[in-house]
């Protein structure tokens, strides 16, 4: 019993790393960018193994990198940045200089990036793609209103807001990660104050 719990762990593990690896190589490059064998190449894995994990191939692993894009985008959204108050304002200046500041400081990559990016490709690399980057996006422009409820905003503004400060935000994020400059983020918060007084 705990050889065969051992083993899934193992398996487990090794399928988050090409998760992560396959996550991190399309927020460079675009999901067209990323061929199969620098997937492998990056994990140390062989085509087998790979074919393993997803047996729909790269387009498996898309849609699959898409959902686990957004889940840590959220999880890291709901531990760091919702918390910090129930003030719509204070909340989304926060996570524009969140944004900024890993842009700037980390060298890290938007994890929204992996999602604008495998969404942007979505309606050309195949139907379940493009399902799935639209249940994302509905996803990420619900946990906005759902929390703009919370701020105290009625549902109906709540539902014209979210993907105006989604498009606003990660917008920007887009426009800083292609300019490698983070300058424009951080001069946002006029905006992003302007919308949701309005």
């Not at 604008?116 to 996006?137: H, L, N, P, R």
């Not at 498009?167 to 905006?191: F, N, Q, V, Y």
Request: charged share 20%; net charge neutral; proline share 3%.
């Amino acid at each position: 019993m705990g050889e065969n719990r051992m083993n899934q762990e193992k398996t487990n593990e090794k399928r988050l790393r090409i998760l992560k690896s396959a996550a991190n190589l399309i927020a460079q490059k675009g999901y067209y960018g990323v061929g199969l064998k620098e997937i492998l190449d990056v994990c140390g894995i062989p085509k087998g193994s790979f074919y393993y994990f997803f047996p729909g191939g790269k387009n498996q692993l898309g849609v699959e990198v898409l959902n686990y894009a957004y889940e840590r985008m959220e999880q890291g959204i709901l531990a760091s940045i919702f918390p910090v108050s129930d003030n719509a304002e204070e909340v989304f200046v926060k996570m524009a200089h969140h944004i900024a500041d890993m842009l700037e400081n980390h060298k890290g990559y938007a994890t929204s990036l992996v999602i604008t990016f495998i969404g942007i490709e979505a309606s050309d690399i195949s139907v379940e793609m493009e399902a799935a980057a639209k249940q994302v996006y509905q996803r990420w422009i619900q946990l906005y209103c759902d929390k703009l409820i919370a701020c105290g905003y009625s549902l109906e503004r709540a539902k014209q807001i979210a993907p105006q400060i989604c498009a606003l935000i990660h917008g920007m994020t887009l426009s800083c990660w292609i300019r490698k400059d983070t300058s424009d983020m951080l001069a946002l918060e006029p905006a992003i104050r302007a919308l949701l007084q309005s």
